[in-house]
């Protein structure tokens, strides 16, 4: 819910072009991950983050744990990048993992 | 707002016995809930699917017989792991569903911890 704000809630990109996700965080996070959902519905992890930045080919993904917040950004997306995005953060061991609302992604030709 | 409680966050099992987790749909109506387990390379993977007035699809590698679920109204579904061995544990996750189609949104639960001694 309002522990993890992420936007925008659905995005439309062009093939090609770049653009950035975000989820905000109200509450200290500990580590974040990043899925997206497949066709079948199961969520792919695409990274699981402490503070800091990966890169997975066309897919970087940062965290700032002072700032409280987490991007992912899309380079030269593609048609496949299509889908559901959802970031989840952990505060605690104990707490589990809180999900942000999702982010709808559309890559048109 | 809604929200999706799942509970418990964390249990331990006997070898061999069975453990059941619940989620509460609050605030909206679950058309749909799907339960996950997070894999080691941490993605979740899809067990199920229950939607209103279909029956439970599960996908390959998961079973009726293993993992039961019960989703008998809009706001409540359960799922059992039965005869729990080592490889059952995990993270487990379910999602609700409100709407359907590309209107669908999905609250999730924050997971339940299964340790199996």
């Known amino acids: 819910g309002d522990q993890v704000k992420q936007s925008p809630s659905a995005l439309s990109l062009q093939e090609g072009t770049n653009s950035a996700l975000r989820c905000n965080f109200s509450i200290a996070t500990t580590t974040v991950q990043w899925f997206l959902q497949n066709p079948r519905g199961s969520l792919m992890n695409l990274f699981y983050?402490?503070?800091g930045t990966k890169e997975n080919g066309r897919l970087k993904s940062t965290f700032n744990s002072k700032e409280s917040y987490s991007t992912l950004h899309i380079r030269d997306a593609q048609l496949e990048d299509s889908g559901t995005y959802f970031c989840?953060?952990?505060?605690?061991?104990?707490?589990?993992?809180?999900f942000g609302l999702g982010t709808r992604v559309s890559v048109f030709p | 707002g809604a929200l999706v409680y799942q509970y418990p966050r964390r249990t331990i099992c006997k070898s061999g016995t069975s453990m059941r987790m619940e989620c509460q749909a609050v605030?909206?109506?679950?058309?749909?809930v799907a339960w996950y387990r997070q894999s080691p390379q941490k993605t979740f993977e899809l067990i199920a699917l229950s939607t209103v007035n279909s029956a439970i699809k599960y996908e390959q590698n998961f079973t009726q017989e293993k993992f039961p679920i019960s989703h008998p109204n809009l706001s409540f579904s359960s799922m059992t792991v039965l005869n729990a061995y080592l490889e059952d544990r995990g993270l487990y996750l379910c999602?609700?569903?409100?709407?359907?189609?590309?209107?669908?949104?999905?609250?999730f639960g924050h997971g339940t911890k299964l340790s199996v001694l």
């Open positions: 605030g909206f109506q679950a058309t749909s």
């Open positions: 989840a953060a952990e505060h605690n061991y104990a707490q589990g993992l809180t």
């Open positions: 983050l402490v503070p």
């Open positions: 999602g609700a569903g409100e709407g359907a189609g590309s209107n669908e949104r999905l609250f």
